[in-house]
């Protein structure tokens, strides 16, 4: 079982792009097992292939912090074929990412979200067609002033592709809001890079708009270049990859929050 997950369930979990590449070209395993289910033990609720544990890369177990997790878990050994298919497995990519990569770690994590704090992409604007400011201020500007609001984090706003330093009030403010469960920083980092806002990714994580909202403010641009000059097909295809990514984080974030 080891080389499956090498190969193609144990991605960076600092790169959700990654993920994506190396679950495309990943090395299938012919299925041996037959039943699947979910067993809680000291790690956790662990994930039971015909009884036995199943293991990460490093040889950890296969375990999450709660039920609805691991039954996600479970259900994506379940739906196998006769081939164990890693890119079908994103829930089980970033379990494996999170038990590995950022439990050990997770400050290191977090920093890696707040550095958004600086860059996001909810405040950089475009000058231009009318059209398109406007699509941008209806998705952005309702999270930025919930920013505001509820977590004190005032931001600056910026045409074009100008850096704008943050007040540190305002990055500091939005810092504080971070979790430190691995669980949720890593599901809250693979949505803050697959959409390029940690801003987005806390209006996830606390409730303030659910995943399609999220998904499509975070397309604005793409979704409006398609509808300018057409479809892109490639692009579409990598997208769909991605959201399915996003689906998986962001079903741990609701399971977590």
Same mark, same amino acid.
């Given at each position: 079982?080891?080389? @499956?997950?090498?190969?193609?369930?144990? =991605?960076?979990?600092?790169?959700?792009?990654?993920?994506?590449?190396?679950?495309? /070209?990943?090395?299938?395993?012919?299925?041996?097992?037959?039943?699947?289910?979910?067993?809680?033990? =000291?790690?956790?609720?662990?994930?039971?292939?015909?009884?036995? =544990?199943?293991?990460?890369?490093?040889?950890?177990?296969?375990? %999450?912090?709660?039920?609805?997790?691991?039954?996600?878990?479970?259900?994506?050994? $379940?739906?196998?074929?006769? #081939?164990?298919?890693?890119?079908?497995?994103?829930?089980?990519?970033?379990?494996?990412?999170? @038990?590995?990569?950022?439990?050990?770690?997770?400050?290191?994590?977090?920093?890696?979200?707040?550095?958004?704090?600086?860059?996001?992409?909810?405040?950089?604007?475009?000058?231009?067609?009318?059209?398109?400011?406007?699509?941008?201020?209806?998705? #952005?500007?309702?999270?930025?002033? #919930?920013?505001?609001?509820?977590?004190?984090?005032?931001?600056?706003?910026?045409?074009? @592709?100008?850096?704008?330093?943050? %007040?540190?009030?305002?990055?500091?403010?939005?810092?504080?809001?971070?979790? /430190?469960?691995?669980?949720?920083?890593?599901?809250?980092?693979?949505?803050?890079?697959?959409?390029?806002?940690?801003?987005?990714?806390?209006?996830?994580?606390?409730?303030?708009?659910?995943?399609?909202?999220? #998904?499509?403010?975070?397309?604005?641009?793409?979704?409006?270049?398609?509808?300018?000059?057409?479809?892109?097909? @490639?692009?579409?295809?990598?997208?769909? $990859?991605?959201?399915?990514?996003?689906? $998986? $984080?962001?079903?741990?974030?609701?399971?977590?929050?």
């Amino acid at each position: 079982m080891r080389d @499956i997950f090498e190969e193609g369930l144990g =991605p960076s979990p600092l790169d959700p792009d990654e993920s994506v590449r190396r679950s495309s /070209r990943g090395a299938r395993l012919k299925r041996f097992y037959k039943e699947v289910t979910v067993g809680e033990g =000291p790690e956790g609720f662990a994930v039971l292939l015909d009884g036995k =544990p199943v293991k990460t890369p490093s040889r950890r177990p296969l375990a %999450a912090p709660g039920r609805l997790i691991a039954e996600a878990l479970a259900a994506e050994w $379940a739906a196998q074929g006769e #081939w164990v298919d890693p890119a079908t497995m994103p829930v089980t990519r970033l379990a494996n990412s999170i @038990i590995e990569g950022v439990a050990d770690q997770v400050e290191a994590v977090a920093a890696d979200i707040a550095k958004f704090f600086e860059t996001d992409l909810l405040f950089y604007r475009a000058d231009g067609p009318d059209g398109l400011v406007k699509r941008q201020g209806t998705q #952005w500007d309702p999270v930025l002033d #919930w920013m505001r609001d509820e977590l004190g984090a005032r931001f600056m706003l910026a045409e074009g @592709i100008r850096y704008v330093p943050q %007040a540190e009030a305002a990055t500091r403010a939005a810092r504080a809001a971070l979790p /430190r469960d691995p669980w949720t920083v890593g599901a809250l980092h693979s949505v803050t890079t697959l959409t390029g806002s940690a801003l987005l990714a806390l209006a996830l994580l606390r409730g303030f708009r659910d995943a399609d909202a999220i #998904w499509q403010a975070a397309h604005v641009d793409e979704d409006w270049n398609f509808e300018t000059w057409g479809r892109d097909e @490639i692009a579409l295809e990598r997208r769909a $990859a991605r959201r399915a990514e996003f689906d $998986a $984080a962001a079903l741990v974030l609701g399971a977590k929050g």
